[in-house]
Structures are given as structure tokens and as C-alpha cells.
């Protein structure tokens, strides 16, 4: 099937950086639009940012300025640059993929989450 891979989480401090990175295989036909989601505890996951096959990109409001979504089409990944990180980032930072696996077949993946935590 398809399968994402996450990579790049970990602990950081008020102000650092981190970089995840998401990588999808599988049978793939086409990918459409690429993004990261997050989960706090107790909270419902929300949309970080998006961005399409043709580079359309959509941010929340709570990260537009410090985040930057980047995809290469060609390697089907998508990366996220996270600097002047806050506490109130801290979560299981997933990727997500709508993937087209033939021409009626479409659905979106899921990564298995990896954690940030943004503490001093």
C-alpha cells in the first residue's frame, strides 16, 4: 500500500529550530496535496501547513511566519522548517498524503506521528 515515514522530532528549546521531514512510498500514481498535521494532549489534531503538487501552500495562523512547507515531487517528501519554536508547538507532529494509488483510486495516508517538545 502506501506508507509515510516521519523523521526529524525531538526536544527542543524556546526559540530553537527543528526540521521534520516526511517521506511517502508505495504504489503511488500521483500525489496530490502533502502536509503536516499536530495533536496536543487533549486537543483535536489541526491543519500546520499544506502544500499542493503545483505549490499552493496554506498555514495556520498560529505558525505563518515561523513555519515553511517545502515538497519534492520528483522524491515524494515534504519538510517542515520550524524555527522560533514556543512551548504551545509541543505535539505529535504527523504527515499526511493525499495519494492517488490509480485513476479512480484515492485516499489519504497517514505517518505514524513524530513528538516535538519544545521545553526549557
Given amino acids: 500500500q502506501?506508507?509515510?515515514v516521519e523523521s526529524g522530532g525531538g526536544l527542543v528549546q524556546p526559540g530553537g529550530s527543528l526540521r521534520l521531514s516526511c517521506a511517502a512510498s508505495g504504489s503511488i500514481f500521483r500525489i496530490n496535496a502533502m502536509?503536516?498535521?499536530?495533536?496536543a494532549p487533549g486537543?483535536?489534531?489541526?491543519?500546520?501547513?499544506?502544500?499542493?503538487?503545483?505549490?499552493?501552500i496554506n498555514y495556520a495562523d498560529s505558525v505563518?511566519?515561523?513555519f515553511t512547507?517545502?515538497?519534492?515531487?520528483?522524491k515524494n517528501t515534504v519538510d517542515l522548517q520550524m524555527n522560533s519554536l514556543k512551548p504551545e508547538d509541543t505535539a505529535?507532529?504527523?504527515?499526511n498524503a493525499d495519494v492517488s494509488t490509480g485513476w479512480?483510486?484515492?485516499?489519504?495516508?497517514?505517518?505514524?506521528g513524530t513528538?516535538?517538545?519544545?521545553?526549557?
Fill in 2 to 4: 502506501v506508507q509515510l
Fill in 35 to 39: 502536509g503536516w498535521y499536530r495533536q
Fill in 43 to 56: 486537543q483535536q489534531r489541526e491543519l500546520v501547513a499544506a502544500i499542493t503538487s503545483g505549490g499552493s
Fill in 64 to 66: 505563518k511566519g515561523r
Fill in 69 to 74: 512547507i517545502s515538497r519534492d515531487n520528483a
Fill in 92 to 95: 505529535v507532529y504527523y504527515c
Fill in 104 to 112: 479512480s483510486r484515492r485516499a489519504h495516508y497517514w505517518g505514524q
Fill in 115 to 120: 513528538q516535538v517538545t519544545v521545553s526549557s
